[in-house]
């Protein structure tokens, strides 16, 4: 017959720590210290599997469970030398939920199990403590009726008011016994007014209906709901943990706490945590009274505290991981209740990794694994100091669309952002949603938030470019003129607002915010990363797995090189575009009529773009730089406001008129599939020539310095071989011209963007004209979707909460259908070019999840911006060493 | 050594019929006449192979050519006892290309070859006809000049005009032999001022320049431009054909003449053609003189007209096609100097082909593959009637949107043509885009053109489905208020044009058309096609090739019947709320501010909507028809321009503003990839179970009526299998429902397209939660490419001209990338599903080419627009046949 229950106690368990999946982490460990030694109450453990037989069978339990449970029971209370509800000396148990994955908060809890009218009086008469006996009836009957039952806590709650007005006490502790007994009474009527029946007498029927609720709460609404917030998937259930009950309210030689062997703040290796003797574990939690710090102990009680620090000693050492326990002191002797691996913060994670490693405990692979690359994240941005946070509760929230806190004055136009600025003034940015237009404004606020868009609407990916904090997708912030409402709640401009663009919190009001400092040990830890990618091998695909950066601009290089980067897997070309001198030209040149004005045009424009891209390269030196050919239609260089137009026509020298038919005649239906990427470079050949002419220019300008360069010349949105192999042969032919020219060898590689369904699916034929792919997963993933990310926000929502999307398909990549056509590309293009270079450089090559799937595809690297390369040389890590299993 | 040059002559030919690859079309027919008998002047062919070695190496000439040409040019001058140059009685040839595939007019020809100043004495001494010497020469010297050594014409042209003026005569035939030995000596003259030396005497000089240029002619700018155009690939080169010249103007017992062994107007088994007593080739097509009809030799020549029956007698039974033959009369001798499967109307090729089954000279299957699917539609369109269309030139084109001709007086908008036809005018609608507001003048409408858009349109996807004529993208046509100009020319509201939607023409005027008649033979023939789709056979798919109909309308649907329609692929219930008295409730749903509210307005449609079912339903009698549910983004319903936006806040009784948030609220960048299709079936259920509810309404009562019904739910726009398996549940439970309360047993299918490359890639999955698929190629079309079908025509001109489109991927299936998809799809969906019945309902389903494709890939039917049908039933036959091969 299958075993359903796990005994331990008196030093041996039926189960141990590897047995999670059937026992639970709480039942697992509980097992494991037994076996270890430590002091635990003895108890057993249903295990998870019955739960799931549960729920598969119609809620009905498993033939011989209950003989089973019976018999363990019996084994038990002979250990104990107690009996459940024996009216002399009661044995009374614990009763709580326990699944593989800890879901904090969102199962049920029962104490005391096992008193009643009789077995209360052998507990005051055995303990000679009423008081304490009463106090434990009434909790259980509350408690069980709640759980058990579902009755409201009100209830209850209601006739301790009134029992307390009556005597004129304050607080339930100045209650004695006989009020408390008094109080039992009034439970048990309240009891039978709601269940039509007296107070249950019987124990075994008090258990049953108690380790019911447990598993009964596995699902229940809250606890579903937390399993799909948090990914958790194949856990099958709940184990059910039955312990017998130790009391830290039993005198002043008893007492309860919580400590860590770490400081799970900082992760300094010293002993951490807090104990209140003479309590139970809901006083401290209560925080009616103020808890000691666990040094305290050392002086107040040296044995225990030599008895604890030994104990987390031998767990750290034996789990190989910061512990986080529970113990009680029950007259004078020492129980541990759990023990589980710390929660902690980013900079603890990777202190405890770090010094782990220093000691000798874990190897560094074990240490990479061990931090997880969004806490990493939390070193690299500002945060709300931990106090402020502590004091205040968010206003609203919206998409965390770029890490780090920001506090600042509320503008409302990028023109007043930078009016604020220049005097002085420290600005958030708030907009319904933020344009190329934009950029000036955006640069100098402290923070963005925008109403509505996406994880990469402009804001989100603007923002996370520069390192600054967004929030997009606000909707609770409803934008009226030069004021917002949130919740009714009116703002005007110059109201301090904080924003948390890491978890897309919303505060009123200015917060203390600390800044990030990187220590040399950060460092350390991020080269062991960069040794496991460098020497990851993979079946046909060069050796090493690299981070490269999405940068724009010489400043963003120069900060990437510095985060780590190997260097630029996307330099967009138009952002250089929308530098006022540039715009200007490049205005121009769209609005020429003739391919001889355009090409005047281009000619000034040059000189400029070759500037650009000199500073990059010198600020790479020597790495490779990816540079994207003009790629958004023409249109989002001309303006759309009256004023804007009528300026710019003066500018240009046509008539208002002129200007506004050329507007018209570039408007799109659906500008995301329209006249742009490489539909310019082929109906406008001249604009890709000029490009790649001041990319050569500037190349040969520094070989000739002695700075080497790489560059990599790359045709976005191209669909077609024949696309491709027109625009590579036009670029062939300048690169050649030029380099000939100004007599140097240079080595241009022409590659393009795997951006459109049919690139991925024709990779074979466009991989011919090739030198390298780069998989751009944005674009990619709009057209697999048919999504347009500037317009998802209308039914994405609906799409979360439904379960339709577990992700959101723009911030992390989605495998089965994105992902399919990336891998399609890459077998497709290696097929005909083996080990060809091939890489993303779409907003998911900073995504962990995405960046391990990238890895198992086989791309050569991920390309992020530029304060997302630590976190991508983490992740890079974690998917080579994932995948070296 | 390899062979180059076959000879022919003398009853025997080194070549036959079935070497056109080799010898080109002319050659090989050449040959074969030769063998069977016929008389054929004789000479030899210089194979394509030459063509094709010489631009593979560098221009020159394979080694051995030259033995190998002056050996068979040394046998056909012993053949025919005379020699080239042979200043007594020299031999003349000609030289003439022709590749396998024929490409009239675009390469070159020299008659009269050999002739030099001694040769034209000799002949006209031995033709005692100096004047026909000497014009021959003239004539020589002219060709020759332009065609190999690339003179102008017109310099020959200018010296003939002065000679005429000299001479005070009109016509050419009035200058006497010295004055045309007199234009030869002027010729040279400008010869030698042109070229810097004499005319060439030497005839084997003459023979291999002309050779040259025949061979250089295949690489002209025009005739790469026609093989590009007609998308004539995998023809290596062309070949020579170096003939004894024959000449039909040596008197009245000579002439020349055109025949073909059947009317290639009507089909009609009547020999037909036309001739010339004393005349050349270049007089018939000069038009100087009328040529008489063939019937006119049995009275004039009963001898050589009985020779010439009996032999496209036996040409026709040998080639078991109408022929098109080129003869020659020489002094009462006849040649045959040509003969080819002969060019036709579509009504010829309908009856030709049925004829020929009859008599017993073919199969039904040659018959089904002799008529071209869009000859067969010519049948079905009103045209321009012969005789009309030969007085005119078309003034512009544009894409033929819609065939058939149409003419009407020109109107600038929908309400015009309403209020126009109203009056009894007959009208052609004009714009710049048409949308869905302008339904109801479309419909009354005898024609449309549109300026922009293109082949999937909103015009052109709505005329083909109502079948109106349509040329949609037609640049020229600059459209200003309620005028129009083309090419500076001005047309004001009502002038009379005429379109023709097959060619893509655009006429100024009235003029005539023919309507189509269909007569029963072109009905059995369309039967024969059925019988080979009903049996066709292919590996793990359902027996048959089906043709459904994409109709939205009962009267639509019934069309589509008459035309042998089996069902209908593709029932779009948005077009229902287009109608005047539905859109006003469905307006009041979208505007509606809550779900109650919502759903009152809903109860109203259902009624209506109900009715449209019915309709449709009833006219299909049985046949499956499949129903997508609502599609378009909600803003389509909604008013753009101002007094609309007023109009319609006053009938739903709510603020202006209010109206104009709502529309701003609806706004998307790219709705092609926004708010529509099923994940308005998410955010809006209420929507989707009213469809379902009106769907499931109509087959009860229909079924109680004793009419069967086969409804096919079908869910637009799935990308996941997520938004399936929620909205297939969702319709099971309204189909359970209803069928129960209304106590009858249903059989509703529920499936969903295949549009989105997503559901392509994971078709695997969405499979478990369909009952059928049916592929969306227009969307899948826009999203595989990331084209914007509305934006496409800024970049598609050049995308053709530069030849990285061959087809417009949006009227023929882009098979490398969107068909590896709907392949994928199939593949993937059927692995789940054995047998899963699938089917395509894009704007592809009418196009054989892409029908052709769609059976190789396992498609079990296509749909397409009424008018389409017939098509669609001869190209699904066409590609069983060629699969069956």
């Known amino acids: 017959m299958e075993k359903y229950v796990y005994f331990f106690g008196n030093g041996a368990a039926e189960g141990k720590a590897d047995m999670k999946e059937m026992l639970g982490g709480k039942g697992a460990n509980l097992a494991e210290m037994t076996n270890l030694g430590i002091p635990v109450p003895p108890g057993f453990t249903i295990s998870t599997k019955v739960c799931d037989m549960f729920y598969k069978n119609d809620k009905q339990y498993p033939e011989g469970l209950r003989e089973e449970v019976a018999e363990t029971l019996k084994k038990l209370e002979k250990l104990m030398g107690k009996n459940l509800g024996d009216p002399k000396d009661p044995l009374l148990v614990s009763i709580r939920s326990g699944a593989a994955v800890s879901m904090p908060g969102m199962m049920d809890t029962v104490l005391n199990l096992g008193l009643n009218d009789a077995a209360v009086e052998g507990l005051a008469g055995i303990t ?14 509350q408690m069980f009726s709640n759980v058990a039952l579902g009755m409201k806590i009100d209830v209850f709650e209601e006739i301790l008011e009134e029992m307390k007005n009556k005597k004129n006490v304050e607080n339930d502790l100045d209650l ?3 009020d408390l007994k008094e109080l039992v009474k009034l439970y048990k009527v309240a009891f039978k007014k709601s269940q039509g029946r007296d107070f249950p007498q019987d124990p075994t029927e008090q258990l049953w209906a108690a380790i019911g609720a447990v598993f009964g709460s596995w699902n229940n609404p809250t606890a579903i709901y937390y399993r799909k917030a948090n990914d958790i998937r194949n856990v099958v259930g709940t184990a059910v943990n039955v312990q017998s009950m130790v009391f830290g309210n039993f005198g002043d030689t008893s007492g309860t706490g919580v400590c860590f062997s770490r400081d799970p703040s900082t992760g300094e290796n010293v002993f951490y945590g807090e104990y209140l003797m003479n309590a139970q574990g809901e006083d401290v939690v209560a925080g009616l009274r103020t808890p000691m710090a666990i040094s305290a102990l050392s002086d107040n009680n040296p044995v225990i505290y030599k008895e604890l620090t030994d104990i987390k000693d031998r767990l750290e050492k034996h789990y190989k991981d910061m512990q986080d326990m529970e113990f009680t002191i029950q007259e004078g002797k020492l129980f541990i209740l759990q023990t589980r691996n710390g929660k902690r913060t980013g900079a603890a994670a990777v202190k405890c990794a770090y010094d782990m490693v220093k000691e000798g405990l874990i190897t560094k692979d074990v240490a990479i694994e061990r931090v997880g690359a969004e806490q990493l994240d939390q070193l690299f941005h500002p945060m709300i100091s931990a106090k402020a946070r502590k004091a205040v509760k968010a206003m609203c929230s919206g998409l965390n669309a770029s890490p780090g806190a920001a506090t600042g004055k509320v503008v409302f136009s990028a023109e007043d952002a930078e009016a604020w600025t220049e005097r002085g003034e420290q600005v958030l940015l708030i907009r319904k949603e933020t344009s190329p237009e934009d950029i000036a404004g955006m640069v100098v606020s402290e923070g963005i938030l925008t109403s ?37 709640k009116k703002f005007v401009e110059g109201d301090w607002v904080t924003i948390d ?11 203390e915010l600390e800044k990030p400092v990187i220590t040399a040990h950060v460092n350390e830890f991020l080269s062991w990363c960069d040794d496991v990618r460098w020497t990851a091998e993979r079946e046909g695909v060069e050796k090493g797995f690299y981070i490269r950066t999405n940068a724009d601009q010489p400043e963003d290089a120069a900060v990437a090189f510095e985060f780590g980067a190997e260097g630029i897997g996307l330099c967009r070309t138009e952002h ?3 530098a006022p001198e540039k715009l200007g030209f490049f205005q121009e040149m769209i609005v020429a009529d003739s391919l001889e004005a355009r090409k005047e045009s281009l000619k000034k424009l040059l000189v400029l773009q070759k500037d650009d891209f000199y500073g990059i390269f010198k600020a790479m030196n020597g790495l490779p730089v990816t540079i994207r050919l003009l790629d958004p239609p023409l249109h989002e260089f001309l303006p759309s406001k009256e004023e804007d137009i009528v300026d710019l026509a003066g500018r240009l020298n046509i008539t208002v008129d002129t200007l506004k038919t050329k507007i018209a005649s570039l408007h799109e239906h659906n500008p995301m599939l329209g006249h742009r990427g490489c539909r310019l470079g082929i109906t406008y050949p001249e604009i890709y020539d000029m490009q790649v002419e001041a990319i050569v220019r500037a190349c040969c300008d520094l070989e000739k310095e002695g700075v080497k360069v790489q560059p990599e010349i790359m045709i976005p949105l191209v669909g077609t071989k024949e696309e491709l192999s027109i625009l590579r042969k036009n670029a062939k032919n300048i690169i050649e011209e030029v380099s000939r020219q100004s007599n140097v060898i ?44 500037d317009d998802i926000g209308s039914f994405l929502p609906a799409y979360r909460d439904q379960n339709i999307l577990h992700h959101d398909p723009f911030a992390s990549i989605d495998k089965s259908g994105v992902g399919r056509l990336v891998a399609t590309g890459v077998e497709l293009g290696r097929k005909v070019k083996p080990g060809m270079k091939m890489g993303v450089c779409g907003e998911h090559g900073g995504d962990p999840r995405s960046i391990k799937f990238f890895y198992e595809t086989g791309l050569s690297y991920v390309s992020c911006s530029p304060y997302r390369v630590p976190i991508a040389r983490l992740a890079a890590a974690q998917s080579v060493l994932a995948n070296r299993k």
């Not at 978890?503 to 917060?511: A, D, I, Q, R």
């Open 176 to 178: 004695d016994a006989n």
């Open 452 to 488: 509505t868009g996406g994880m990469t609407s402009h804001a989100a990916v603007v923002a996370r470019g520069m390192g600054t904090p967004c929030i997009a997708g606000c909707k609770s912030v409803v934008i009226s003129g030069k004021t917002f409402t949130v919740n009714g």
């Open 746 to 789: 240079l080595d241009v590689k022409v590659g393009t963007m795997i951006e459109i369904p049919r690139a991925a699916i024709t990779a074979d034929e466009i991989a011919a004209y090739a030198d390298f792919f780069s998989f751009g997963t944005n674009d990619l993933t709009q057209m697999t979707y048919g999504f347009s990310r």
């Open 501 to 511: 663009g890491t978890t897309g919190e919303v505060f009123e009001g200015k917060l």
């Open 576 to 578: 250089m575009f929308f």
């Open 128 to 141: 000679n403590n009423p008081r304490f006996a009463y106090d434990s009836y009434r909790r259980f009957i």
